[in-house]
């Protein structure tokens, strides 16, 4: 059974930075994309950054220049790293694997949160 493990979170002051991590235990198969998405109350989950095999990548506008995603070689894990946090930036952040069918497979998240 695969599962997707994320790590990283924590409470982090205005302009702050972390690192997340996200790595699959068990075997996922012809991985089309990996990503973080994230969901703060009351609002839906978006999408922050993916990065597709072929290694693309794509953000929010909201992160841009701030936010990187990468992952090394096509391998497990994927990071997201993030600077100049700000609280606007606070959420669950999400992992998300989808395969060459179109399954996505998420992982449970990880809060961050950004205040003083």
């Known amino acids: 059974q695969v599962q997707l493990v994320e790590s990283g979170g924590g409470l982090v002051q205005p302009g702050g930075s972390l690192r997340l991590s996200c790595a699959a235990s068990?075997?996922?198969?012809?991985?089309?994309?990996m990503g973080w998405y994230r969901q703060a109350p009351g609002k839906q989950r978006e999408l922050v950054a993916r990065?597709?095999?072929?290694?693309?990548?794509n953000y929010a506008d909201s992160v841009k220049g701030r936010i990187t995603i990468s992952r090394y070689k096509a391998k497990n894990p994927v990071y997201l790293h993030m600077n100049s946090l700000q609280p606007e930036d606070t959420a669950v952040y999400y992992c998300?694997?989808?395969?060459?069918?179109?399954?996505?497979?998420w992982g449970q998240g990880t809060q961050v949160t950004v205040s003083s």
């Open positions: 998300n694997v989808q395969n060459m069918n179109s399954y996505d497979y």
């Open positions: 068990g075997r996922i198969f012809s991985i089309f994309l």
């Open positions: 990065i597709l095999s072929g290694g693309r990548t």
